[in-house]
């Protein structure tokens, strides 16, 4: 079955650091990769994903992710973030699974943006 | 009209009582799914729906019952439920059940005394 690891719990930075949240996944088929978002108090929103193509994707709010195949990685990046992007960030894949697409979600990471 | 509507947002009942959580989403998606998340942990999926049909069980008890009435609206009836089925549960749309993303709701947080 696969699974989605997402190493890193909880990261607290200060604004203007840069972010990289990872996320691993293991299953050896075609896969989609999917960053969600959720706000506090809010519900969960996409921020980029991957279907095919290039690997460096572009998000939303000025997110990217790189899928690298070999290393079955599909990390979070951002050069600088700020305090509005205090949240929980849940890495995706999405698989077959008898002829329907099935989304399995890491662990999340909770990120804490310090002003 | 691009979100997904559940209702109700909180719902507490007892072990013996039957109660139904809805779902509704106008976007023209023939995928939707429920999902089960509980605190502190990943959503976790229960059921999909493609074009109206159950695809998808992942050996959910009985005491949760889906029922997809039409395309836009999709219901999770609930009976003789336990204390640790607690957990917001969210509704998720798709375009289709291949290759696309799904757009979730809000969830229903759930409490069972």
């Known amino acids: 079955a696969q699974s989605v690891s997402q190493h890193n719990h909880h990261v607290i930075l200060s604004e203007a650091a840069s972010l990289e949240l990872g996320c691993n996944y293991s299953?050896?088929?075609?896969?989609?990769l999917f960053w969600y978002v959720q706000y506090p108090g809010q519900h969960l929103q996409l921020l980029l994903k991957?279907?095919?193509?290039?690997?460096l994707v572009k998000g939303i709010k000025g997110f990217e992710a790189e899928f690298i195949k070999s290393k079955f990685s599909f990390n979070l990046r951002k050069p600088s973030v700020q305090w509005s992007d205090t949240a929980e960030y849940f890495c995706?894949?999405?698989?077959?699974?008898?002829?329907?697409?099935?989304?399995?979600f890491g662990t999340g990471t909770k990120l804490q943006v310090i002003p | 009209d691009t979100e997904v509507t559940q209702t109700p947002k909180h719902l507490v009942m007892g072990m013996t009582n039957k109660k139904s959580l809805k779902c509704e989403q106008h976007?023209?998606?023939?995928?939707m799914y429920w999902y089960k998340q509980k605190a502190k942990k990943p959503p976790e999926l229960m059921f999909v729906?493609?074009?109206?049909?159950?695809?998808i069980n992942e050996s959910v008890p009985s005491r949760f019952s889906p029922e997809c009435p039409n395309s836009s609206l999709l219901n999770l009836h609930l009976h003789a439920l336990q204390p640790e089925d607690s957990a917001l549960y969210l509704c998720?749309?798709?375009?289709?059940?291949?290759?696309?993303?799904?757009?979730f709701g809000p969830g229903t947080r759930l409490t069972v005394l």
């Open positions: 729906y493609s074009y109206e049909k159950l695809s």
């Open positions: 995706a894949v999405m698989t077959d699974s008898g002829g329907y697409q099935k989304v399995t």
């Open positions: 991957y279907f095919s193509g290039d690997p």
């Open positions: 299953y050896g088929g075609t896969v989609n």
């Open positions: 976007m023209g998606h023939r995928a």
């Open positions: 998720a749309s798709s375009l289709n059940s291949d290759h696309n993303e799904q757009f």
